[in-house]
């Protein structure tokens, strides 16, 4: 579906408030982790506000596309997605890894069933995704809708990811979309220093995937790429989004030692602060 400059302001405004929801779930958590979510909430936006085929008033609607997250670390940017696109109230996203909350520091379905999965373990989404996909295709609904699986660039070192890839690859399975933060940082400092990735478009094709590449800030792209992996037929699609960790907060931009860790209180106001100024 064509993206309106209207359009665009809209989803940047909405991804504006996303990353403000973030930053003060975290602060209230107290843990948690920043630079993945921030960078991700422009590709959440998108499709939690103009991609997805679900209905937040009935989100075990049978026809709805599945979104598995593989890296269940991220959630605050999923869990903020969903609330401000109505699947619970706003305010329960201060409960975030609260004793007894919904919402866990990784997605746990039997807590939160509007979540596909449970995760946590990295690389396991994919292979989840592809189970899914192999059920479709056996029962005939593999051409109504679509199955997109976030993942992180990190755990693209995990071997069960790739056995995931052979397998979809091998049996053609074209209402997978993987989706790749591909933001360049784990952990332990940047990807390419702890374990490269590159070649990595190579690597995917090599396993039959259509392969894309695109930034995970423009949404005008971001649909046009999305569009274009619906419209593949002959095979599973990876979309390779580059992305900002921590995008939105100068501070905490770029810089892996980000990845795991929450704002103190002070870091969130100043962040906040930022953010609120960004205001359209």
């Known amino acids: 579906m064509f993206l309106t400059e209207e359009k665009i302001i809209e989803l940047e405004k909405t991804a504006n408030n996303i990353r403000i929801s973030i930053i003060e779930m975290l602060v209230k958590a107290g843990s948690g982790h920043t630079a993945g979510p921030l960078g991700m909430a422009d590709v959440f936006t998108l499709f939690y506000f103009h991609i997805l085929h679900q209905d937040p008033k009935n989100p075990s609607w049978p026809e709805r596309d599945r979104v598995v997250l593989s890296n269940g670390h991220i959630c605050p940017v999923l869990y903020a997605a969903m609330a401000h696109a109505g699947y619970f ?15 866990q520091g990784h997605p746990h379905r039997e807590y939160l069933p509007y979540v596909e999965t449970s995760s946590g373990p990295l690389g396991s989404g994919l292979s989840q995704a592809v189970g899914m996909a192999l059920a479709d295709k056996i029962d005939g609904k593999d051409k109504s809708r679509f199955i997109y699986c976030f993942m992180s660039d990190g755990e693209l070192d995990e071997g069960n990811t790739w056995e995931a890839v052979m397998l979809a690859g091998k049996n053609k399975l074209r209402n997978v979309i993987a989706i790749i933060d591909r933001n360049n940082i784990q952990i332990d400092g940047f990807t390419e220093d702890t374990m490269p990735l590159e070649p990595l478009q190579s690597k995917w094709r090599a396993f039959n995937w259509h392969v894309i590449e695109v930034s995970g800030h423009d949404f005008q792209s971001l649909n046009e790429v999305v569009e274009e992996a619906q ?9 390779i989004a580059h992305t900002i960790p921590g995008k939105g907060v100068k501070e905490f931009e770029r810089d892996f030692r980000w990845h795991g860790k929450p704002p103190t209180k002070a870091e969130g106001d100043m962040a ?7 205001r359209f």
Not at 89 to 103: A, D, I
């Open 89 to 103: 109230p706003v305010e329960e996203l201060m409960t975030l890894r609260k004793f007894g909350s919904r919402l």
């Open 231 to 239: 419209a593949t037929y002959e095979k599973p699609t990876v979309i």
């Open 272 to 278: 906040l602060k930022e953010l609120r100024d960004n």
